[in-house]
Every structure is written in structure tokens, then in C-alpha cells.
């Protein structure tokens, strides 16, 4: 009897846990549909419009296309609107309107009107220090360029095809800003600096040190705030036929100790990974390898030799990309703390192209206060730039491209000159001199120097190069004239005074010239 009062207890409680189980089950199922949805946010970029549904908590919901006309159809469950939508500005993007009803009783529907088709993605982000629970839906036309992505400086429209020999042709660099967007990145010490606002100033004035060079083409991968997936950046970096492809990111710490740059490039396991993936996709992808020069279609191989191929070019990829990554390192050695002195090498996805030499640099911590003001200042931004733009330059020369400029500069003792030097390890005067084909005395007199002294990090004029000449920008749409005044660190006076403007009207295509610096 004890045993089977036992029994009977046993069941109870059993019956009691189950059922409280239930209750709260129940619980979560209601706290998880009554999230409403409390605000809109409209984020444009080149090739995508985002729209991002700040929440209250999680939500179930389901996303389908209508047409005649053309809609696209969120369902949440068990949800409200706390959003008035009249004011999204929806202007230059695929969306003429979002409208909202209840049916079903508790179901939110929310109906996107669009101007043209567009094909939808959505997916959920969890809360962080910044944001609550969020939903987000990308609209992406039917068809996407790397053209309509990036700003690629004087690359023409025919510069996807191989070059001839004799064409001298740019060397193409891709700069990706990280993050972007709905995507701050690391937050400073003092919860306002953004990371991907800091990347976008320094990778802009990488753009602008590289522009100027005779031999070089630089593409911005982001040149706005938006966020490009990472697979896709290096995709577009591909698709222009990158020789290089350099990430700039911030880094970040739970203290506030740690500080110095690192430089990344990508590692031997996350190499292998990649190439076993594009064997097994090669029939649907039909990947290219081979880069500038010339394409293989890995489809017309079997598995074995494709992996041969790939695991060949992954290599040399990763060797040279940790060679152009040292030759960085050596240029920013002394103008600002190295956290490590040597190519580091890790699993990044960004990283991850087998025909293109690829590197990430982290710039510095966010989290560290001094550090942190120091990347803020546009003087640090151009200075960093400078350094990363000789580094990708020296590479370049020492092993340049077959039918590039530089090439042909090099094969015709022609030595591009930068017009600002930054001094490196085991530099001294009469050896610069000597490399841009200067007296000593010339060298010396351009940068008030009296003595043979110099030390790693500092910055010498080359005589003959105005590092200051005057530039041009072309208006895009979307752009404002204090936008263009921030991007080439000018005032808006001067900009309005060197272009005779009285105020702030700007057209599409206008060319506008950029004070010299």
C-alpha cells in the first residue's frame, strides 16, 4: 500500500509539474506574441532598401509576395502598431507606402507597397546593448552590379575584362569599411564613437591617397552608411577584378587597457573549408579562379582536380596576402602602437577570396579612451591612411602585376613617388633620396631638416610632388555639399569659395572642385 501510495504521489506531482509546465508554456507562448511593434526604420543602400521593425520583444511572423501590383505581406502575431508610418521618407527606394491592419483578431498585417518587384529577405536580430528585439526585411531589385554598389573612382566600364599586356593597366584596390547601417559595430569607451563610422572615414581617405596615385584604381566596397553582407563584399571585389582587397575595422575590448593596430589575414582552416565548399558547389556556381589575368571554371574539372586547383590558388592568395600585409605593417610601424608585429591569421569570413590577396586591419580600440580620440581626429584617419596606402604601394612595386603601370614603372626604373614619405625601420636620408632620384640637399631643404637624423614614423615631403593638389569630385545623388566637405576634410567655406557657390544647391553630375589641404 505504501508503495502504491507512493506511486499515486509520484503521479501527482508529475501531474502538477506537467501541468505548470503548461502554464508555462502558455505564459511564453503569450509574452512571445504580444510583442508589438513600436517603431520603422528605413535604411537605403545602392543595391537594397532595408526596413527595420523595432519590436518589443520576439515575434512570430510570416512574410509572403502578392502582385498586380506588387506587395509584399508581414503577418505577426498577436501584435499592434505603436508607429505612425506617414512619416518614412521612402524616396529613392523600391517602397511607395507601408499600410497596417488587424485581422484574425490579434494578427498585425503589414502590407509593402512597392514601385517595382523586388526580392524580399527578412530575418530576426536578438537585443543588444543599443537595440531590443528587431525585425528586419531587405528588398533587393531583380538584379544587382558590383557598379551599383561601390564608388570606383576612374575604372571604366569595360575594366571587368582581361587585360592586354600593353595596356598599363590600374591596379585595382577594394576598401571595405566594416559594418554599416543597422550594423554599428563596436561601440567607443564612451558609448557614442560607432565603429562603422570610424571605418568609413579612414577607408575614404584611403581611397583619396590611393586615387591620386598614377597606376592605382581604388573601390569603395561601402561609401554611405549601409551594410553590405560580407560574402557579397568580397564578391564585388571579384567581380572588379580587385587585386587586392583590404578591410578596415576598429576593435574592441571589455577593458579599456588594451590598445595597438593588428593585421589579419585568413587561416590555414578556414582556407581548407572554403575550398572544400566551392568543390561541392562548383556545378551551381560555377566558380572562376585564376583573378585578373584569366578565369577557371571549376564545373568542367572533377572533384579531385578542382580541390587541386583551388587548394593551389588558395595558397598563393594566402601567401601573398600575408606578404602585402607585412609590407603594411612596416609602413604604420612607428606612427602608432602595433598590438602585434606580425601578420596575425584567423576564420573571417571576409577574408575568405582563393584569387585575391586579402587582409583585415584592426585599426585600434574603441574601447581604450586615448585610442579611441586618436581615430577620431581626421589627422590620425589621413595619417593612418598614408601609411596603409605605402604599405599596399610597396607591395605592389616589389612584386607588381604583369600589364600594370606599376609594372612598366618598374621595368623603366621609374619609381612612383607619393609625394608624402613616411620614414620606416632601416630608412635613412641619402637612401630615399636615392629611391625618388632627389639630391640629399633637395630632400633636406623640403623638410627643413639639418641634420641626416630621421625617425620611424615621420613624415617627409618628396620635392617635386604637390602632395596637395587640387582635386575634383563629381556629385552622385544623394550627396550634399557638407557631406563632400567632411569626406576630403575641407571646411564648407572653402569648398562654397573655391566652386563660387552662395549656397548649399548642388546637382547630379556637377563637378566640383576640392581645395588643396
Known amino acids: 500500500m505504501k508503495t502504491q501510495d507512493t506511486l499515486n504521489s509520484i503521479r501527482g506531482d508529475i501531474r502538477c509539474f506537467a501541468c505548470a509546465l503548461a502554464g508555462c508554456a502558455l505564459l511564453a507562448s ?12 528605413v535604411w537605403r543602400a545602392p ?40 512619416g518614412l521618407d ?8 507601408i499600410r497596417s491592419a488587424i485581422r484574425d483578431g490579434d494578427t498585425l498585417r503589414m502590407v509593402i507597397d512597392l514601385v517595382t518587384e523586388v526580392e524580399p529577405r527578412s530575418f530576426t536580430l536578438a537585443p543588444n546593448s543599443e537595440q531590443g528585439d528587431r525585425l528586419v526585411v531587405d528588398l533587393y531589385g531583380e538584379s544587382v552590379s558590383a557598379d551599383a554598389l561601390i564608388n570606383t573612382g576612374t575604372v571604366s566600364s569595360n575594366s571587368t575584362s582581361a587585360p592586354r599586356i600593353d595596356e598599363r593597366r590600374n591596379i585595382i584596390v577594394a576598401i571595405s569599411a ?15 564613437l560607432r565603429e562603422k563610422d570610424i571605418t568609413l572615414k579612414i577607408a575614404r581617405a584611403l581611397f583619396n591617397q590611393l586615387e591620386r ?29 580587385a587585386d587586392l582587397f583590404v578591410a578596415v575595422h576598429t576593435d574592441w575590448y571589455r577593458t579599456s587597457r588594451a590598445n595597438g593596430l593588428t593585421i589579419y589575414a585568413l587561416s590555414g582552416d578556414r582556407a581548407d573549408r572554403e575550398n572544400s565548399r566551392r568543390v561541392a558547389q562548383k556545378e551551381n556556381n560555377a566558380d572562376l579562379l585564376g583573378g585578373v589575368g584569366g578565369d577557371l571554371d571549376l564545373s568542367s574539372w572533377d572533384d579531385d582536380v578542382a580541390l587541386t586547383l583551388v587548394s593551389l590558388q588558395m595558397a598563393w592568395s594566402m601567401e601573398q596576402s600575408l606578404i602585402a600585409g607585412t609590407r603594411v605593417l612596416e609602413s604604420l610601424d612607428g606612427m602608432t602602437r602595433l598590438r602585434r608585429d606580425k601578420v596575425q591569421q584567423a576564420s573571417l569570413e571576409v577574408l575568405k577570396s582563393p584569387d585575391i590577396p586579402s587582409m583585415l586591419i584592426e585599426t585600434g580600440y574603441l574601447t581604450n579612451p586615448d585610442e579611441a ?7 590620425f584617419q589621413q595619417k593612418l ?23 612598366w614603372q618598374k621595368a623603366h626604373g621609374i619609381v612612383p613617388m607619393p609625394g608624402i614619405y613616411m620614414v620606416k625601420r632601416g630608412d635613412s636620408l641619402s637612401v630615399i633620396a636615392q629611391r625618388y632620384n632627389v639630391s640629399l640637399a633637395e630632400l633636406k631643404s623640403a623638410n627643413k631638416i639639418s641634420s641626416n637624423t630621421i625617425h620611424v614614423g615621420q613624415e617627409l615631403i618628396i620635392p617635386g ?22 569626406r576630403y576634410q575641407v571646411t564648407l567655406g572653402s569648398l562654397r569659395q573655391v566652386n563660387n557657390i552662395t549656397n548649399d544647391r548642388i546637382m547630379v553630375g556637377q563637378i566640383l572642385k576640392i581645395p588643396a589641404t
Open 30 to 41: 503569450f509574452a512571445l506574441s504580444a510583442a508589438n511593434v513600436e517603431e520603422v526604420r
Open 47 to 86: 543595391d537594397h532598401t532595408r526596413l527595420v521593425f523595432d519590436l518589443s520583444g520576439e515575434v512570430e511572423y510570416k512574410l509572403f509576395t502578392l502582385s498586380n501590383p506588387s506587395r509584399v505581406v508581414i503577418d505577426i502575431e498577436g501584435s499592434s502598431l505603436g508607429s505612425d508610418l506617414s
Open 90 to 97: 521612402f524616396n529613392e527606394s523600391p517602397v511607395s507606402g
Open 178 to 192: 566594416g559594418h554599416g547601417g543597422e550594423d554599428p559595430g563596436g561601440i567607443g569607451f564612451d558609448g557614442k
Open 213 to 241: 596615385m598614377p597606376g592605382y584604381t581604388p573601390i569603395m566596397i561601402r561609401d554611405g552608411d549601409y551594410y553590405v553582407e560580407l560574402q557579397r563584399r568580397s564578391e564585388i571585389a571579384r567581380e572588379k577584378r
Open 373 to 379: 580620440r586618436r581615430l577620431n581626429t581626421s589627422a
Open 385 to 407: 591612411a598614408r601609411g596603409i596606402a605605402q604599405g599596399v604601394m610597396n607591395y605592389f612595386y616589389d612584386a607588381p602585376p604583369q600589364g600594370s603601370l606599376v609594372a
Open 465 to 486: 610632388v604637390d602632395a596637395g593638389e587640387e582635386e575634383e569630385h563629381t556629385i552622385r545623388r544623394g550627396e550634399t555639399l557638407s557631406e563632400i566637405a567632411q
